[in-house]
């Protein structure tokens, strides 16, 4: 269970994990044309609040909804989910126009800022295996991109350390309570998100300037930038 207070080891590793610059992330060279005009991609990684902060201030996306995957309907709870004993990871489900945004920019964001692909069943100050990473797959093509972007990023040795993100088939995604909806925009002083998630939303604008959107306000309701 992520933790409000600010106690000294929780400020000691999310000041570590502010200051660690971004590993170099190139673009995925498989990354065929999309002809649709919406598809959804479900990832997990970490805890939701920043993943679904940072694609909502993605162009393109036109909705992001934080929820479990992996486990049961009757466990879909965020008390239950925190014991890590669900089979749930926490994920967000992204809706986003192909034609704005390749599926493959989606997953060079989760790479690049999202999250830190090389860390087990945590992220940063986070631990369980709610928090692994995972690539929830719809298609065969989503898992075909998925599994070659990982084959060609171990290749050019882009993190210091062995990719741990699974690439799974899509598990029912289940919604979490409102009141973890929008977290990040909803509650951009909160402590824990000014030390783990903003540095993330701000990677972006740097690394991604013209996916960038600065105004999430049409993601949050539901209409297309």
């Not at 990473?133 to 993190?159: C, D, K, N």
């Not at 909803?186 to 030390?195: F, W």
């Not at 540095?199 to 539901?222: C, S, W």
């Amino acid at each position: 269970m992520r933790r409000f207070l600010l106690s000294p080891l929780f400020l000691a590793a999310a000041l570590g994990s502010v200051a660690q610059a971004a590993p170099a992330v190139p673009a995925p060279a498989f990354n065929p044309p999309d002809t649709a005009t919406s598809e959804t991609a479900i990832l997990s990684g970490g805890c939701f609040w920043g993943v679904q902060g940072v694609y909502e201030h993605v162009k393109g996306v036109t909705k992001a909804v934080a929820g479990y995957t992996g486990g049961a309907a009757s466990t879909a709870q965020y008390e239950i989910v925190s014991t890590g004993t669900t089979g749930h990871a926490e994920s967000v489900r992204i809706t986003f126009n192909p034609q704005v945004i390749s599926y493959g920019e989606i997953l060079q964001i989760y790479f690049a800022v999202t999250t830190n692909p090389t860390e087990l069943n945590y992220q940063g100050p986070d631990h369980g295996t709610q928090y692994r990473g995972v690539i929830w797959t719809e298609t065969p093509e989503q898992t075909q991109i998925a599994t070659r972007y990982i084959a060609q990023l171990t290749a050019a040795h882009a993190f210091s350390a062995p990719i741990v993100t699974k690439v799974e088939a899509a598990l029912p995604f289940y919604p979490a309570e409102t009141y973890h909806q929008d977290f990040l925009v909803r509650h951009p002083d909160n402590p824990y998100i000014v030390y783990n998630d903003i540095p993330k939303v701000e990677a972006l604008q740097t690394q991604f300037p013209t996916l960038y959107r600065a105004d999430p306000a049409t993601v949050l309701k539901g209409v297309a930038p």
